[in-house]
């Protein structure tokens, strides 16, 4: 398995555009996580699907925010519109229940300038 | 909200020598996990512990849970260049919540 796997990896847009992260979880898996993480708050839970269904948004900053899993195999986390406060890097993870820790993938660095 | 605080924040150490983080946690938990992250890479899941667990080994990992104080520790022995990375402990929100909320991690780094 190639793991989660998030595109773009790197994303430089400027203030107002709109932003859509991308995320593929590892096939089978049940769960999938966005965070973001920042050198001022850490990591930060933004939200988190079960069986493509959206459990807790809690997280998810504003209304700027919004995230999809429109199937098990695909899901977008979209900023609109993004604003320079949005920079950090996004991570998506995913996991199955019960099983252990999540795998994370790499990323996608977001720089709103 | 992070739910674990790690302590050192950082950690500079020898190779072959060991290294040890803790990590406090507030409220009742599952399972507590740690990860590693190497910079500019994702997390990696090193080791889970469950609640009524006390010990667990994993390779040169060592990882102990006092549930009374609500701490863990991580225990890397003989450690490599290699390790060099940030450590993170994890907890979930207890009863039948999943999700994971991170601590700041603590920075190691092992000198050749």
């Known amino acids: ?113 | 909200s992070q739910q674990g605080e790690e302590d050192p924040q950082a950690l500079s150490i020898q190779e072959g020598e060991n290294a040890t983080m803790n990590c406090s946690y507030k409220t009742s938990i599952n399972n507590l996990q740690w990860y590693r992250q190497n910079s500019g890479r994702g997390l990696v899941h090193l080791i889970l512990i469950r609640s009524n667990e006390r010990e667990k080994h994993s390779g040169r990992l060592r990882v102990t849970l006092d549930t009374s104080k609500k701490s863990s520790s991580l225990l890397i022995t003989a450690s490599r260049a290699a390790d060099t990375a940030s450590y993170f402990c994890a907890t979930d929100a207890g009863s039948n919540d999943y999700k994971l909320s991170f601590g700041a991690g603590t920075t190691v780094t092992v000198r050749a």
């Open chain 1, 1 to 113: 398995d190639a793991g989660v796997i998030q595109s773009p990896r790197h994303e430089v847009t400027e203030m107002g555009q709109e932003v859509t992260l991308r995320c593929k979880p590892i096939s089978g898996h049940d769960y999938l996580f966005w965070y973001r993480q920042t050198m001022m708050r850490g990591l930060e839970l933004l939200i988190y699907f079960n069986n493509n269904v959206p459990i807790d948004d809690s997280g998810m900053p504003e209304d700027r925010f919004s995230a999809k899993m429109p199937n098990a195999s695909f899901s977008t986390l979209k900023i609109q519109p993004s604003e320079p406060r949005d920079s950090a890097v996004y991570f998506c993870a995913s996991s199955i229940q019960g099983a252990g820790g999540y795998t994370f993938g790499s990323g996608t660095r977001l720089t709103v300038v």
